[in-house]
């Protein structure tokens, strides 16, 4: 399945780039997430909750980014199981300066999911997903907001 959209945030290209790097800010960010932690340079664990329709469950997980081009662009590769499924995806993202202080991120990938969770239907899956995406990315702007008033 394919996932793919954009999002602007209220930042600039280097500040967007902190926060989308900062393993505390992620783990607020990223909804029914348990545990978010930073293991090794550029690969992260964790544990959530997810539900989709009438599946729920909690997987835990690796994150890891690479092809890094600072405050550019970079890919992320996500592994997750649990016991109603599994998830296999890698991702680019790309942040492009609007030259008003605003930033445009540009995401695209690939996902895999099997078990229980994909017996929901792609559909379903590719509502869920989305609005997952939306709200994390709504959460990184509301934390770079508020970074940005405590600076000023």
């Known amino acids: 399945m394919r996932i793919e959209g954009e999002y602007t945030f209220s930042g600039t290209r280097e500040d967007v780039w902190e926060i989308v790097r900062d393993p505390e800010i992620l783990s607020t960010a990223l909804p029914g997430t348990q545990k978010f932690e930073q293991v090794?340079?550029?690969?992260?664990?964790?544990?959530?909750?997810?539900?989709?329709?009438?599946?729920?469950?909690?997987?835990?997980?690796?994150?890891?980014?690479?092809?890094?081009?600072?405050?550019?662009?970079?890919?992320?590769?996500v592994e997750g199981t649990g016991k109603v499924g599994f998830l296999k995806g890698t991702g680019d993202v790309e942040l492009l300066d609007q030259g008003d202080g605003t930033t445009l991120m540009k995401y695209d990938g690939e996902v895999q999911i099997g078990g229980r969770v994909a017996s929901v239907g792609q559909r379903l899956f590719d509502t869920v997903s989305k609005s997952m995406i939306k709200q994390g990315l709504e959460k990184l702007d509301e934390a770079l907001q508020a970074r940005s008033s405590d600076a000023d």
């Not at 090794?40 to 599946?55: A, D, L």
């Open 40 to 77: 090794g340079e550029n690969e992260y664990e964790g544990r959530m909750n997810v539900r989709i329709g009438p599946v729920s469950g909690t997987f835990g997980g690796k994150l890891t980014v690479s092809n890094e081009i600072p405050p550019e662009s970079y890919t992320l590769t």
